[in-house]
């Protein structure tokens, strides 16, 4: 019987290792202090994901609806504006509510 040595095990550390160029050290420091200090690096590709969908998603498109308010008439605050320019803030057996709206 022959025995067979194996290699050591050597971990893939091609994710962390330290770039060579200056500009890509300096992007590679920037990750690996924001995913430290986020405690982002002990989480899966996967899990950044469902992270971002679930917790980080449902803000930004908010965000964002609040600011399609800003740009289409100047001025923050009443959401109903943009529902009725879409057709779904009035019904048709209320009539039009002449005090939301705005010519274009």
Do not use: C, N
């Not at 500009?23 to 994901?49: C, D, G, H, N, Q």
């Amino acid at each position: 019987m022959t025995s067979t040595s194996l290699p050591k095990a050597k971990p893939d550390l091609t994710a962390t290792r330290k770039p060579t160029s200056p500009l890509a050290v300096f992007f590679w420091r920037r990750r690996i202090w924001f995913e430290s200090t986020f405690v982002l690096s002990m989480l899966e590709p996967w899990e950044k994901i469902l992270l971002g969908i679930f917790k980080y998603l449902p803000e930004h498109v908010s965000l964002m609806r609040r600011r399609a308010v800003y740009y289409l008439w100047g001025q923050e605050g009443d959401e109903r504006l943009l529902w009725q320019w879409l057709g779904m803030g009035v019904s048709a057996s209320s009539g039009p509510s002449h005090g939301l709206y705005k010519e274009l």
